[in-house]
Every structure is written in structure tokens, then in C-alpha cells.
């Protein structure tokens, strides 16, 4: 049959990214408290396509994905991208695996027992040129408390849900649960799953004892990272859902050890 990708296209543009995207795939995630879980990853998968090809092989993104089957996990990340480059005869390949996490968290004081689900991302990029790159990303609910707010009430004080998203480069394996950590120590008060009435009075109280605008909460969280001889490089951001605005509150950090 006739390989009409393989034919030539005279318009002569090199094409940065092509490839398949919303891959809904099983996937089995390193789990430090119990080795392993089991999710649903959404998947993107593109290579490089140079200027004489009039298009790629869909097919085979699908079926590289196949052949991982059952490992598929960040330790394989550097193998599959190989293959992508070679089956695809591409100089660049990029494959990028969103995820839901799930972590056993105990409330504060009754200690019950709740799931907390967490969006993570891995990305991962292999070039002829300038090698392999893998960044990990977690993106973390928390609780802020506004100290304007509460410097200027005779009570009381605004408090709002924000959403901080932490990404990392680094020299060693990380655990998902470490960079979570990071990011809900700065924040007022972490989010959870399920409180009953003692925990819920005190999340509240926790939260007003440690009020945070978003740039305290990137601050502190880049305070933490800075020093940390693993990490090579790291973008977060924090978006609050403002309680009494019309609009969000946001700050963003990002930082190499190249450039501090």
C-alpha cells in the first residue's frame, strides 16, 4: 500500500511537535508507603518531524506505548523516548504522562483516616542535541488565610482554597510525597478529605495563627528548594480562588541553580 506520510512535501517547514495526545492508559506509580498504585494516566506522545516528510506514524506512538505495558513508570521514561526517536526517525522525541495520585492522609486531630487526591505530571524529553530532560510536577490544594484581612477585622478574616503547582528537576529519584510535603508546610493550613468537628475547628484556627498571601506561600516553598543539592531546577506557582474578589491572587517562582 502507498506510505503517503513517508512521501515528500514541498513547502519545506520543519515541524516542532507532531504526534498523538489524550491517551487514557493504565499506568502503575512508585508508591513509598506501599510500593505501588494503580491509575489512569492521560498521555501525549510527539516527535519532531523534519521538512521533507509529508506527515508521521500515528500507529506507532500507540504501539511503543504497548510495548511498556505493565512497566510503565518514570524509570522507563529514557527507553521509551528512544524508541520513539528511532521508530519514528525523529531527532527529538517528548512524552508527557498526567496522572490523579492518592495518599492516605489522618485529619489533624481525630486522626481519621481519608484519600487525598493529587494531579501530577511527568514530563520527559529526549534530543540528538541536548539529551535527556525529565521534569516531575504535582499540583497541591491548600488553604490561605489573608493577613491584610486579618490585620484590619476587629474578627475574623478571609480565608480561601488555592491550588500551588510545584515542578522539579533533579539529580535523584524524588518522591511524589516529599514535593507534596514541601508545598503544604507553606501553606496556612493543608486541605483535607474528610474532618470531623474537632479537626475543623483546628484547621480553621491553624489557618487564622498563620496567615499567607501567595507570595509568602511560593516564597517559603522556594526557601525549602534553594538549598536542596537534589534539586537542579523548579517552577511553582500558587493561584488563590479569592473569597471576596472577583479574580484569583497569583505569584510564580523559577529557579536554576544556574541562575539563583
Given at each position: 500500500m502507498i506510505d503517503v506520510q513517508n512521501q515528500e512535501d514541498h513547502r519545506n517547514i520543519n515541524i516542532d511537535k507532531v504526534g498523538v495526545k489524550n491517551i487514557r492508559y493504565p499506568l502503575t506509580v512508585m508508591d513509598r508507603e506501599n510500593d505501588f498504585q494503580h491509575t489512569v494516566a492521560t498521555i501525549n506522545m510527539y516527535v519532531n518531524l523534519p521538512r521533507k516528510f509529508k506527515g508521521t506514524h500515528m500507529s506507532r506512538f500507540i504501539e511503543i506505548l504497548n510495548e511498556f505495558y505493565g512497566h510503565l513508570d518514570i524509570r522507563e521514561f529514557s527507553k521509551i523516548l528512544g524508541a520513539m526517536q528511532k521508530r519514528l526517525?525523529?531527532?527529538?522525541?517528548?512524552?508527557?504522562?498526567?496522572?490523579?495520585?492518592?495518599?492516605?492522609?489522618?485529619?489533624?486531630?481525630?486522626?481519621?483516616?481519608?484519600?487525598?487526591?493529587?494531579?501530577?505530571?511527568?514530563?520527559?524529553?529526549?534530543?540528538?542535541?541536548?539529551?535527556?530532560?525529565?521534569?516531575?510536577?504535582?499540583?497541591?490544594?491548600?488553604?490561605?488565610?489573608?493577613?491584610?484581612?486579618?490585620?484590619?477585622?476587629?474578627?475574623?478574616?478571609?480565608?480561601?482554597?488555592?491550588?500551588?503547582?510545584?515542578a522539579v528537576r533533579y539529580k535523584k529519584f524524588v518522591w511524589i510525597e516529599d514535593l507534596i510535603r514541601v508545598v503544604e508546610e507553606a501553606a496556612s493550613c493543608e486541605v483535607y478529605s474528610l474532618l470531623k468537628r474537632p479537626d475543623e475547628k483546628y484547621v480553621t484556627e491553624r489557618g487564622y495563627e498563620n496567615p499567607k498571601f501567595v507570595e509568602d506561600v511560593v516564597r517559603d516553598i522556594a526557601a525549602q528548594l534553594k538549598p536542596d543539592p537534589n534539586i537542579l531546577w523548579f517552577q511553582v506557582d500558587v493561584e488563590n480562588f479569592e473569597s471576596i474578589h472577583n479574580h484569583s491572587a497569583y505569584a510564580f517562582i523559577e529557579r536554576s541553580k544556574a541562575n539563583p
Open positions: 526517525e525523529a531527532q527529538s522525541a517528548h512524552l508527557e504522562i498526567a496522572f490523579p495520585y492518592f495518599i492516605e492522609k489522618k485529619s489533624p486531630v481525630t486522626e481519621t483516616t481519608g484519600l487525598m487526591e493529587y494531579g501530577c505530571r511527568v514530563i520527559g524529553s529526549m534530543d540528538h542535541r541536548k539529551g535527556y530532560d525529565l521534569i516531575v510536577e504535582v499540583n497541591v490544594p491548600i488553604t490561605t488565610v489573608c493577613p491584610c484581612s486579618r490585620e484590619i477585622s476587629n474578627y475574623g478574616a478571609h480565608n480561601q482554597r488555592g491550588m500551588a503547582r510545584l
